[in-house]
Each structure stands twice: as structure tokens, then as C-alpha cells.
């Protein structure tokens, strides 16, 4: 299985790469897409990290996951990569969609991908997201949606992913190789 995760500059950094670590553990093919055309992509902490390929890069490929990191400014610059909606979209219709912090007010709100669903996101973010009740939940699994509040809950919202993809008990047996809370 391969999830997609979308880097924009300005980046979460935990909320990045804690997931991009409970991916891998789990084996799933975790490949890092920046949306600028360079492959050089830098936190919103300055911290820069190399990803595999740009989004220009990406075509029609096909992944059963996307994942949107949150931060300031990066969920924004994010919700501006007309590339970056596409991929979002057409992986929402057969696939897995997590965001977290910021991301799911600011890029999966404005794609219509909320609609219907339940939700939680980063306090006082859902001022991009106006008419949509967000919940204070943690971690918020809605269908093939899901959605994390922020930092504190990137490992969390990585687990809930591998077990959406690939079973409860895989999540589960991540979970208990990192020693995470039972």
C-alpha cells in the first residue's frame, strides 16, 4: 500500500513526520510530495527536509492514501497547490484521507471533503472553515476521512491511518513497538 504526504513550506513538523514514522514501521510505501518544484521543503520551525518527488512529478499515479500535515503557513500554501487539490480529490474516491491540525479546515474544507462528515481540527482553525462545526476530539475517523487536532495527537492519527489501510491489529502492533500509550 502507498500513501501519499504532501509537504508545502511552512510545515508541522511533528505533525509530519510523526506519521511519516508509524507509515514506515507499518511498511506501508510512504513517499514525501513537495508542492513547490523544488524537493527542498522547509518546516515552519526552518527545519528542511528532502522529499522524494514534486507534485508535478506525481501524474496519474495512483495511491490508496494522502496525508496533509498541518502548520502555519504550510496548510495554506497547501490549500493553494491546484495539484496537490487533485490528488487529494481523487484519492478521497477510493482511498484514505488524513489531515491534521490546520489542514483539515484549511485543505480538505474547501474541497467539499468535509461535507456530511464529522471532524476535529487545531482551535481557532476553524475560522477558514466558518459553517462547519469542528469536534475537540483528538483524533476524528469519519469513513475514508481522518482527521487529527495537532501536534499531541500525530502519532495517534499515524495509528489511526496504518489500521484504516491495513487492520486494527497492525496499528496496534505498531503501537506496541514504539511503546506508545496502551
Not at 507509515?23 to 522547509?42: D, K, N, P
Amino acid at each position: 500500500m502507498r500513501i501519499a504526504v504532501l509537504l508545502a513550506d511552512g510545515f508541522e513538523i511533528a505533525e509530519a513526520m510523526c506519521p511519516v514514522d508509524v507509515f514506515r514501521r507499518a511498511g506501508l510505501e510512504t513517499v514525501l510530495i513537495s508542492i513547490s518544484g523544488s524537493l527542498e521543503v522547509t518546516s515552519s520551525c526552518s527545519v528542511k527536509v528532502s522529499a522524494d518527488r514534486t507534485v508535478y512529478d506525481v501524474g496519474d499515479e495512483a495511491f490508496d492514501a494522502v496525508f496533509c500535515p498541518g502548520g502555519m503557513p504550510g496548510s495554506v500554501n497547501l490549500s493553494q497547490s491546484w495539484e496537490a487539490g487533485q490528488l487529494i480529490v481523487k484519492t478521497a474516491q477510493t482511498g484514505i484521507v488524513a489531515a491534521i491540525c490546520a489542514a483539515p479546515a484549511a485543505v480538505l474544507y474547501p474541497l467539499g471533503l468535509l461535507d456530511g462528515r464529522s471532524a476535529t481540527c487545531y482551535p481557532g482553525c476553524g475560522s477558514f472553515a466558518p459553517d462547519f462545526s469542528f469536534l475537540s476530539d483528538g483524533v476524528v475517523r469519519d469513513g475514508n476521512i481522518i482527521t487529527g487536532k495537532s501536534a499531541g495527537w500525530a502519532f495517534d492519527l499515524g495509528l489511526e491511518v496504518v489500521s484504516a489501510l491495513l487492520g486494527k491489529e497492525k496499528g496496534e502492533q505498531v503501537r506496541s513497538a514504539i511503546y506508545y500509550r496502551q
